[in-house]
């Protein structure tokens, strides 16, 4: 097994920025890649971004590429998602994800709690 603890959300106004993180413990050698998802009230959870654990591969989604940047740190078992230029559509429930393949789907075995996000106009 796999625990995800996310943090970092919050209110931010538009144009601003926000860092979430999100931690691993237990199984961390049973995962590959580390997606992160959004998922606004009433519509399904919507891929972000994912990232290898192992190398620097990463792929975006086209609404927050060159906004929005995965990083890591091996050493806390932890990913990092850093959000700049923040929009009022960006307000959604953020999630970490960990599982074996590098995919963009939400089919990952592990999931965080989740971490609300908000941007004000």
């Known amino acids: 097994q796999v625990q995800l603890v996310e943090s970092g959300g919050g209110l931010v106004q538009a144009g601003g920025s926000l860092r979430l993180s999100c931690t691993a413990s237990g199984r961390t050698s049973s995962y590959n890649a580390m997606g992160w998802f959004r998922r606004v009230p009433g519509k399904e959870r919507e891929f972000v971004g994912v990232?290898?654990?192992?190398?620097?591969?990463?792929i975006y989604a086209d609404s927050v590429k060159g906004r929005f940047t995965i990083s890591r740190d091996n050493a806390k078992n932890s990913v990092y998602l850093q959000m700049n230029s923040l929009k009022p559509e960006d307000t959604a429930v953020y999630y970490c994800?960990?599982?074996?393949?590098?995919?963009?789907?939400?089919?990952?075995?592990?999931w965080g709690q989740g971490t609300q996000v908000t941007v004000s106009s």
């Open positions: 990232s290898y654990w192992s190398s620097s591969t990463k």
């Open positions: 994800a960990a599982g074996p393949y590098f995919i963009t789907t939400t089919s990952y075995p592990y």
